[in-house]
């Protein structure tokens, strides 16, 4: 099971740091986890992953602003996002799956949340 928290409205140059809490299976179904996140007529967009050696990708609108980090005892992902914009307004999705290899640009992750919404005014 995945479990978003955190999201919430704030103003632009804002924060906000969003959970994702895993249950159940494995340690081994949690090796890779991620953040993508969605708006209305579009599909999800990657933006950050990281693996079981810690390394963290982030996409190209998240550089800068947006930071992962895990409790890895608690098995949760965590991302502070920073000075945030009105195009950062989504729903955020946590998934997770078993590859070793571990990149937000994967398809067809096996497990994901059912979101937590970031609204952005501007």
């Known amino acids: 099971q995945v479990q978003e928290s955190g999201g919430g409205s704030v103003q632009a140059g804002g924060s906000l740091t969003l959970s994702c809490a895993t249950s159940?299976?494995?340690?081994?179904?949690?090796?890779?986890m991620a953040w993508f996140r969605q708006v209305p007529g579009k599909g999800r967009e990657g933006v950050a992953s990281?693996?079981?050696?810690?390394?963290?990708l982030y996409a190209d609108s998240a550089k800068g602003r947006f930071t992962l980090s895990k409790d890895n005892a608690a098995n949760i992902l965590y991302l502070q996002m920073d000075d945030l914009k009105p195009e950062d307004t989504a729903m955020y999705y946590c998934?997770?799956?078993?590859?070793?290899?571990?990149?937000?640009?994967?398809?067809?992750?096996?497990?994901w949340g059912r979101g937590t919404q970031v609204t952005i005014s501007s």
């Open positions: 998934t997770l799956d078993s590859w070793r290899s571990c990149t937000y640009s994967r398809p067809n992750w096996s497990y």
């Open positions: 159940g299976g494995g340690a081994y179904v949690s090796n890779c």
């Open positions: 990281m693996g079981t050696d810690g390394n963290a």
